[in-house]
């Protein structure tokens, strides 16, 4: 299969990416394990853990290990090793990018009782971090390991796990192999090798796959010329992942929330559909509709008609509103508005995406964005070290709740890439985050997306992705999570 791009770090308590997540999921296992249910919702099923409890008030969580559980040089997995991987997660010297994910942790009262008994203490409730269990930055870690091996303890001959598979050669920038674990305390794996290639260009990754050297591939490997033409045994899934345009507040004239209310109500969402021909989702909220438990329309669109005077679409596109805003920010027609920057990943179907914006500003708004396409690993060093003007980003979910969506967008977030700093949103979203009663939290998280894409524009949503799988016909136990990671150890190849 084609993993697309290099990983950046196999060490995951500070990983914060698609591809690393893809390989971890696969030869480790937390407390729980994500899966998926008859109606293709993410859930959180036992893992490391066989059982656990919630107390009434959602501050103690009693997990009871698995005794069976074992780490690939035959050691026990024991509930220390969960303790270790939150204290390193937390520790600021870590410099974990996750770690505010875990903030509600209590370390001080947390503890291990004995090998297979571990209390999870929170500081306040979070009623999803059972989905947190499950996470990839939250899987158990050997401190013994780390300690003797440094920063080559996720090398091949180093690295010890507890999933299905392990990591058996890593030939960087080509190829990671992971093998079988025979030993693995749950089913084993149906297949013993797992080959993951490092192939950037869509075009060329189409075309091994119709050679039979892939056995199956997903969007980010097919072109976009190609998808109206796949057969009908392509599968198509909505996943927990939204796409945006990201502004940089702290560059003129995107500091003006004017400008950045134009710009979004210049995109024509429905047009990227088209573009990429998947049958994605045209959306303006940053809670993906999946969610919309989490979301009161009927709120969102009176609020946007007594702000604007105008009817709120779910696709977000006001060309007319859009030129309105940007005269009143003192740039009518566009007239003495500076060219900026719009910065892209540099894979065919983004680059196409971001010369249909390129358009749409131009046409509606008569402004004109250089784009600026860049290697992965680069684009995301970009977006830390020096934001670029605009940026066309994603941001998948981590757990099935829409706290996974908006706490990328306070105050205190590393991903905060737009420098977004809204002290009552701040207070929204950890209210709902900490609440117990959905009713609550549908309030504050519906109070805190008009702020965010209505009334600030700190970033403009353009839609939800729909992954695409095309597999061969001799893969059977393929099944895919909205989560948009895929865990590969039900899968079985057979001879036709």
């Keep these: 299969m084609n993993l697309g791009t290099e990983p950046p770090s196999l060490d995951w308590n500070i990983l914060s990416d698609y591809n690393s997540m893809e390989i971890v999921a696969n030869i480790m296992v937390g407390l729980s394990r994500?899966?998926?249910?008859?109606?293709?919702?993410?859930?959180?099923?036992?893992?490391?853990?066989?059982?656990?409890?919630?107390?009434?008030?959602?501050?103690?969580?009693?997990?009871?290990?698995?005794?069976?559980?074992?780490?690939?040089?035959?050691?026990?997995?024991?509930?220390?090793?969960?303790?270790?991987?939150?204290?390193?997660l937390l520790d600021p010297a870590t410099a974990a990018p996750y770690a505010g994910l875990l903030s509600m942790i209590d370390l001080k009262n947390s503890k291990a009782i004995n090998d297979q008994n571990l209390i999870i203490k929170l500081k306040y409730p979070a009623p999803y971090f059972i989905h947190l269990s499950s996470s990839v930055i939250t899987y158990p870690i050997r401190l013994d390991l780390i300690k003797k091996y440094g920063k080559q303890w996720t090398d091949p001959e180093?690295?010890?796990?507890?999933?299905?598979?392990?990591?058996?050669?890593?030939?960087?920038?080509?190829?990671?192999?992971?093998?079988?674990?025979?030993?693995?305390?749950?089913?084993?794996?149906?297949?013993?090798?797992?080959?993951?290639?490092?192939v950037a260009e869509q075009a060329s990754a189409y075309t091994l796959f119709l050679n039979n050297q892939f056995d199956w591939i997903d969007g980010r490997s097919i072109p976009a010329s190609e998808h109206k033409n796949l057969s009908k045994e392509a599968e198509r899934h909505l996943l927990l992942r939204n796409s945006f345009v990201g502004f940089n507040h702290q560059r003129q004239p995107l500091d003006?929330?004017?400008?950045?209310?134009?710009?979004?109500?210049?995109?024509?969402?429905?047009?990227?559909?088209?573009?990429?021909?998947?049958?994605?989702?045209a959306n303006s909220t940053w809670i993906p509709p999946s969610l919309g438990t989490y979301l009161n329309i009927e709120d969102l669109a009176r609020s946007f008609k007594a702000k604007y005077q105008?009817?709120?679409?779910?696709?977000?596109?006001?060309?007319?509103?859009?030129?309105?805003?940007?005269?009143?920010?003192?740039?009518?027609?566009?007239?003495?508005?500076?060219?900026?920057?719009?910065?892209?990943?540099?894979?065919?179907?983004?680059?196409?995406?971001?010369?249909?914006?390129q358009a749409m500003w131009r046409k509606e708004l008569n402004i004109q964005v250089r784009i600026t396409t860049?290697?992965?690993?680069?684009?995301?060093?970009?977006?830390?070290?020096?934001?670029?003007?605009?940026?066309?980003?994603?941001?998948?979910?981590?757990?099935?709740?829409?706290?996974?969506?908006?706490?990328?967008?306070?105050?205190?977030?590393?991903?905060?890439?737009?420098k977004f700093h809204n002290?009552?949103?701040?207070?929204?979203?950890?209210?709902?985050?900490?609440?117990?009663?959905?009713?609550?939290?549908?309030?504050?998280?519906?109070?805190?997306?008009?702020?965010?894409?209505?009334?600030?524009?700190?970033?403009?949503?353009?839609?939800?992705?729909?992954?695409?799988?095309?597999?061969?016909?001799?893969?059977?136990?393929?099944t895919y999570s909205p989560m948009d990671l895929v865990f590969l150890d039900k899968v079985e190849k057979y001879a036709l």
């Design 423 to 478: 002290a009552k949103y701040d207070r929204l979203v950890k209210a709902a985050a900490r609440s117990n009663k959905i009713k609550q939290r549908r309030k504050l998280y519906t109070q805190a997306e008009i702020l965010l894409t209505q009334d600030q524009v700190a970033i403009a949503p353009l839609y939800i992705d729909r992954q695409t799988i095309i597999k061969k016909p001799w893969l059977k136990g393929f």
């Design 374 to 418: 860049m290697e992965w690993k680069v684009f995301l060093a970009r977006l830390r070290s020096d934001t670029p003007d605009l940026f066309r980003s994603n941001w998948g979910a981590d757990y099935p709740d829409p706290d996974t969506f908006m706490n990328l967008f306070l105050s205190t977030s590393p991903f905060n890439d737009v």
């Design 256 to 281: 003006d929330e004017r400008v950045r209310q134009a710009m979004s109500f210049a995109i024509d969402r429905k047009l990227f559909a088209q573009i990429r021909s998947k049958g994605d989702l």
């Design 310 to 357: 105008t009817e709120f679409r779910q696709d977000g596109y006001y060309p007319q509103l859009a030129r309105k805003l940007l005269a009143q920010a003192g740039y009518p027609d566009g007239y003495n508005f500076p060219e900026l920057e719009l910065a892209v990943p540099s894979r065919e179907d983004v680059k196409l995406q971001a010369e249909a914006l």
């Design 34 to 88: 994500f899966s998926v249910n008859e109606e293709g919702e993410a859930i959180s099923v036992p893992g490391c853990a066989k059982s656990w409890q919630i107390s009434k008030d959602g501050l103690t969580y009693s997990f009871q290990l698995d005794p069976k559980a074992r780490w690939t040089d035959g050691k026990q997995v024991t509930a220390q090793h969960f303790i270790d991987s939150y204290t390193r």
């Design 158 to 198: 180093n690295l010890v796990s507890n999933g299905p598979y392990k990591l058996k050669q890593w030939q960087h920038e080509y190829k990671i192999l992971l093998e079988r674990n025979d030993d693995f305390f749950q089913e084993p794996a149906k297949i013993q090798y797992l080959k993951y290639f490092m």
